[in-house]
C-alpha cells in the first residue's frame, strides 16, 4: 500500500480521492503498485517504468504533466486532478484517449489528448 503523501503533508481535506471503479473507461487502477505505465495513442503504445517517474504536476489549464526522465507525458482533459494520488502511488496501469460516445460518467477522468516529448 502506497504512502498517503498529500495527506501527510497537507492534511486528510486536501486528498481527493478515486475509486478505482470510478475510474471510467481511460484509466485501469490496480490496487498494488505497478511497474510500469502504459499510453495507449490510437495505434500507438508507449510504456515509461515508474522508476523513471521524477516529478508529476497538475495544472487545469495544461492537464496532469508526468516527467520521466526527460521525457514529459502531457494528458489532457477533465477530472484529472484525482489521478494525482493514483500516480504517485505507481496505481495507474494504463491510460488511453477516451471516446465521448463511451458513455463516460460526469465525474470519472476523462482523456481527451495525450502528449509525448521525448527529448
Known sequence: MGVDLLAKYYGED???????????????????????VFFRLDSKLAAFGYFALLSLQYDPGVGLVLYFGKTTVTIQGRNLKPL?????????????????HQGVPPKAPFVEQVVIDFE
Open 14 to 36: 486536501s486528498k481527493e480521492s478515486l475509486d478505482p471503479a470510478d475510474a471510467g473507461p481511460c484509466f485501469r487502477i490496480g490496487s498494488k503498485p505497478a511497474k510500469y
Open 84 to 100: 494525482c494520488q493514483l500516480f504517485m502511488e505507481h496505481l495507474v496501469r494504463d491510460c488511453l484517449v477516451g471516446d465521448e
